[in-house]
Nanobody, 117 residues
Framework: QVHLVESGGGLVQAGGSLRLSCATSKSIFRFNAMDWYRQAPGKQRELVATITSGGSTNYADSVKGRFTISRDNAKNTVYLQMNSLKPEDTAVYYC???????????WGQGTQVTVSS
């Protein structure tokens, strides 16, 4: 069983910044990749950013140049630095991992990000 705990969400004005954290209960080296997703009210959950076990990153077009995904191997934590936030970034943000040891997927509980105009 893998537990993911997100933190760092909150209310921020447009143009502001937030840093989300996702702490895992297991070594991050057992995950093929670690992802951040988000889900806005009435919309489908969408992939925001990915960081692979090799350190490669990928971003949704809507956040490129504004968001940065990174990880701290020693702390088993992945981060999402969000800059130049826009009202359309308002959503619940979820951490997701694909665990090669158990063959299962795991989601965090989500953290709310609200960007006011």
């Amino acid at each position: 069983q893998v537990h993911l705990v997100e933190s760092g969400g909150g209310l921020v004005q447009a143009g502001g910044s937030l840093r989300l954290s996702c702490a895992t209960s297991k070594s991050i080296f057992r995950f093929n990749a670690m992802d951040w997703y988000r889900q806005a009210p009435g919309k489908q959950r969408e992939l925001v950013a990915t960081i692979t076990s090799g350190g490669s990153t990928n971003y949704a077009d809507s956040v490129k140049g504004r968001f940065t995904i990174s990880r701290d191997n020693a702390k088993n934590t992945v981060y999402l630095q969000m800059n130049s936030l826009k009202p359309e970034d308002t959503a619940v943000y979820y951490c997701y991992v694909d665990d090669v040891v158990t063959g299962r997927d795991y989601w965090g509980q989500g953290t709310q990000v609200t960007v006011s105009s």
